[in-house]
């Protein structure tokens, strides 16, 4: 089970942390990741972190205001999300892969690499 927490509305410029707690599983079995949906479009991947925490991979949309992170003691996944714009407002996920074959976070970027979904956290960003 993925429970995300921490949306809200913030001004454009500002800074947001959301987080997903997991239960039921092991944590650092499962790929993370961040996926967002606004308003009339599709879901938009964000951002993914190994299991392992050695590597992430961040959508070109948020590269560099992003940052996706993993504390395995709280099994709860995060995304520290700096220099908002009105464009990044939106419904965000957080998702867990099995991900058995590859472990590098480049390699999940697609929905379907997913296994298990939380809850959605909106975020409004205000001009």
């Known amino acids: 089970q993925l429970q995300a927490s921490g949306g809200g509305l913030v001004q454009a410029g500002g800074s947001l942390r959301l987080s997903c707690l997991a239960s039921?599983?092991?944590?650092?079995?499962?790929?993370m990741g961040w996926f967002r949906q606004a308003p009339g479009k599709e879901r938009e991947f964000v951002a993914a972190?190994?299991?392992?925490?050695?590597?992430?991979y961040s959508g070109n949309s948020v590269k560099g205001r992003f940052i996706i992170s993993r504390n395995s003691a709280k099994n709860t996944v995060y995304l520290q999300m700096n220099s908002l714009k009105p464009d990044d407002t939106a419904d965000y996920y957080c998702a867990a892969a099995r991900g058995q074959q590859y472990n590098s976070a480049y390699y999940y970027q697609q929905e379907d690499d997913y296994d298990y979904w939380g809850q959605g956290t909106l975020v409004t960003v205000s001009s």
């Open positions: 039921g599983g092991t944590f650092s079995n499962y790929v």
């Open positions: 972190v190994s299991r392992s925490a050695d590597n992430t």
